[in-house]
């Protein structure tokens, strides 16, 4: 090349000549079993050494740029090594530094969007991250041009501006922060389709921040969470998304706790879908990290109160035929009773959970027989997590049982009274108390009672806790206790075994 090289001072027109040469060479880099490899790298580097991008520049060689913009991902994507895409990185800051054009811009943003995240992809994050401030400008006019003016011509990057600052904002966030607040113009577009797009893109940028760009942009954020009562429910929808991905992104903060609470709101969405996918959401968070899932009392008994409101208006709604058994709604049961296992809230202990199944799950003028198709739908989805927590349950009374038995065994022996078996039934009634969610008051009750003279009384609560006793004397013997005869329709009585046993057989004979 020496010996043919011509005699200096070059034309632009001989420029031209030889930088189409090194292009040409460069086109075979991906060759990596060429003899002639390291002679092309060899003058790679050389023209990356020599800064001969800037004479290409400067003598108005822009379609060979492009050429060799192009020719370098292609290059890029079989893979390098480090010296090659050093050197190619090298070129292209030069470039970019004499001159930054749309057309160059819009060769790096189409490898920096691409799904498949190789060689081509690291090239183009290098460049953007070694030229953020020279770019800063032009990028802003783009992006900003791409959100505020939607009547302008579409080409293939504004379809894809989205993506785009989500590449840039991982890279190089500072190249956004004048481009970041004008998307509250989308969040406020009147086109469905854009509002969701906006949701979806302030959703992964709060994730990829840890939450850390809702407290940078308050105002953005703020208009964010109204798209959670937006009039769109594929909009409201999709603020659930990324919501549920922002929770498990960071569960700690004031941004995290606002977020919830916006998801928390959804859970009595007039849209069945809406409801059912915040149903989804709060119950997969609760799963996925059952420890980090609001440290808030208040706020953890709030939704587990309007999952159970949840379910019993959709029970009503089935019993008045406005709806038909849903699996969505069955599993919320399910999702409900694995509370027992946080041993930190008072209300998710057994008894109180016990209280929640009994009395609150179901709509008091809700059948027997309709309560027993609930309880065998929403059973099938119980896994063995879930039977070890209504075991617990379960296993919560029978300790009253006994106690009540040891209680009612030492009160016989008031003839022998002494301190030490007076002692002894006052640790008993303090063990029973402790079965109801309010203690105090309950042992305060326990006491009351058993101040009481009245033997028949204690003479029912011993039949009644006997391991022997029938169904049908319990149910007698409490007829009689309550006044007239008249029990309390909540109560589980023979219409709910009886209920049970139908549903069950219906369930067999279905299997």
């Not at 504004?158 to 004008?182: D, G, N």
């Not at 906006?198 to 940078?216: D, M, P, T, W, Y």
Request: with cysteine; charged share 25%.
């Amino acid at each position: 090349m020496r010996i043919l090289a011509p005699d200096p001072p070059f034309t632009d027109e001989i420029f031209k000549e030889i930088f189409r040469l090194f292009i040409s060479e460069f086109s075979r880099l991906a060759d990596i079993g060429s003899p002639y490899l390291t002679r092309r790298m060899k003058i790679l580097e050389n023209v990356a050494a020599l800064r001969c991008s800037v004479i290409m520049v400067d003598t108005g060689c822009q379609d060979l740029v492009l050429d060799m913009a192009k020719i370098f991902f292609s290059a890029a994507k079989q893979g390098l090594q480090q010296c090659v895409h050093q050197a190619m990185l090298s070129i292209m800051t030069q470039i970019l530094n004499e001159k930054v054009t749309q057309p160059l811009l819009d060769v790096i943003f189409r490898n920096l969007v691409k799904e498949d995240k190789g060689g081509a992809h690291k090239l183009a994050v290098d460049i953007i991250q070694n030229c953020a401030e020279k770019l800063e400008h032009i990028v802003r006019i783009f992006l900003t041009s791409c959100i505020l003016s939607k009547d302008a011509p579409v080409n293939e990057h504004r379809k894809l501006h989205h993506k785009i600052i989500l590449e840039i904002f991982q890279c190089a966030p500072q190249m956004l922060f004048a481009v970041i607040p004008c998307l509250t113009h989308e969040l406020l577009s009147d086109q469905v389709d854009i509002r969701l797009e906006a949701v979806h893109l302030i959703g992964k940028l709060l994730v990829f921040s840890n939450l850390r760009f809702g407290q940078e942009n308050q105002i953005l954020f703020t208009e964010f969470l109204k798209r959670f009562s937006d009039k769109s429910a594929e909009v409201r929808i999709a603020a659930i998304d990324a919501a549920k991905a922002c929770y498990i992104a960071a569960s700690s903060g004031n941004v995290a706790q606002k977020v919830l609470k916006s998801l928390e709101g959804r859970l009595l969405d007039f849209d069945d879908k809406v409801r059912i996918r915040a149903v989804y959401a709060v119950c997969d968070l609760a799963k996925s990290n059952l420890s980090s899932f609001p440290s808030e009392i208040s706020v953890r008994k709030n939704v587990m109160h309007k999952l159970v409101e949840l379910y019993r208006d959709y029970c009503e709604k089935c019993s008045k035929g406005t709806a038909a058994i849903n699996t969505h709604y069955e599993q919320i049961p399910a999702k409900l009773i694995v509370l027992c296992f946080d041993k930190d809230c008072e209300s998710f202990r057994p008894h109180n959970m016990g209280l929640i199944f009994a009395e609150e799950l179901f709509p008091s003028p809700l059948s027997p027989k309709e309560r027993a198709m609930h309880w065998v739908e929403f059973f099938s989805y119980f896994k063995s997590q879930h039977v070890k927590a209504l075991h617990a349950i379960f296993s919560q009374k029978r300790r009253l049982q006994l106690e009540l038995q040891a209680y009612l065994s030492l009160r016989a022996k008031k003839e022998e009274s002494s301190d030490e078996i007076q002692k002894k039934i006052c640790a008993s009634l303090r063990k029973m108390s402790a079965s109801f969610t309010d203690i105090s008051k309950v042992e305060d009750c326990f006491e009351i009672l058993h101040q009481m003279k009245d033997n028949n009384i204690f003479k029912d609560l011993t039949e009644i806790s006997k391991e022997g006793t029938t169904f049908a004397t319990v149910r007698s013997i409490r007829l009689e206790v309550i006044s007239g005869g008249i029990y309390h329709v909540d109560y589980f009585a023979w219409e709910h075994v009886h209920a049970l046993q139908f549903e069950g057989f219906i369930s067999q004979e279905n299997w």
